[in-house]
């Protein structure tokens, strides 16, 4: 999802409007507000995933089922940029990751 896109009029789950950003920005403090924003982006770019893969799933055309799951892909990268930037400056994120990742580990062994 790059934004601006014009799907605005259709309703996902909820109330929400799928370019809506899902917090209210005016109740973040100002320290926190670029965390806020890239986890807006990372939830986004997640929701962009799934509406993709459920829209390549739906249609019985090849080739937009091939541009939509290239498309996913891509969202998957936006993803990847988004947690970098976020963990450029959420430390606590990146320690947190680490212990769901042990966590995980010793749970299942993987
Ligand atoms: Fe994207």
Do not use: C, W
């Amino acid at each position: 999802m790059t934004g601006g896109y014009a799907i605005k009029n259709y309703k996902t789950r909820g109330e929400r409007v799928l370019s809506q950003i899902p917090i209210d920005i005016k109740k973040i403090k100002k320290e926190d507000l670029n965390k806020e924003i890239l986890r807006a982006g990372l939830i986004a770019e997640l929701d962009a995933i799934n509406l993709y893969e459920q829209l390549a799933a739906m249609t019985t055309n090849k080739n937009i089922k091939k541009v939509l799951m290239d498309i996913a892909e891509e969202e998957k990268t936006h993803v990847g940029e988004f947690q970098h930037l976020l963990l450029q400056i959420d430390k606590e994120q990146i320690k947190e990751l680490e212990k769901g990742k042990k966590e995980v580990k010793e749970l299942t062994g993987k």
